[in-house]
């Protein structure tokens, strides 16, 4: 499971270091994707592998297409290299926006990183409005 903040540097090259909490979690190949809200979606080989299997059974509708297509045209193998880095595609640092401080952010099986820009202004800053999303799904503390 990921989980935490941590905040790094994208280098000119498009090279980010991963923060250690999660590579060991990552292992030495994984998914890149484009993800929602303006971030990238980062899946362990086995997570990404379920992912697809749920974009494989989905109706062969329009709509379930435009899915498929949006998520796997995004993806890219990533691998760490000996410095603890991975390199961010340029359509991929493009979609998320990624040009110098970037966030990474544990989300349960899947790991996301943000323009620290855009990971600021989609941030819950509003305990009100958590507590309220949180009693529409039922969690409690």
């Known amino acids: 499971m990921f989980m935490g903040e941590y905040n790094h540097i994208i280098d000119a090259k498009g090279r980010i270091i991963v923060p250690s909490k999660f590579r060991d979690s990552l292992g030495e190949h994984f998914v890149v994707t484009v993800g929602l809200d303006g971030c990238l979606f980062v899946y362990p080989n086995e997570e990404w592998q379920h992912f697809v299997e749920q974009l494989k059974n989905l109706p062969g509708n329009k709509e379930a297409r435009q899915l498929q297509r949006y998520f796997m045209a995004g993806a890219a193998d990533c691998e760490v290299d000996k410095q603890g880095r991975i390199l961010i595609p340029g359509n991929l640092r493009q979609h998320a926006g ?31 409005e958590i507590a309220d999303h949180m009693s529409e799904f039922g969690l409690s503390f």
């Open 98 to 128: 990624l040009d110098k401080d970037i966030v990474f952010v544990g989300v349960l099986s899947k790991i996301e990183i943000w323009s620290k820009e855009r990971w600021e202004s989609n941030s819950y800053d509003n305990m009100d």
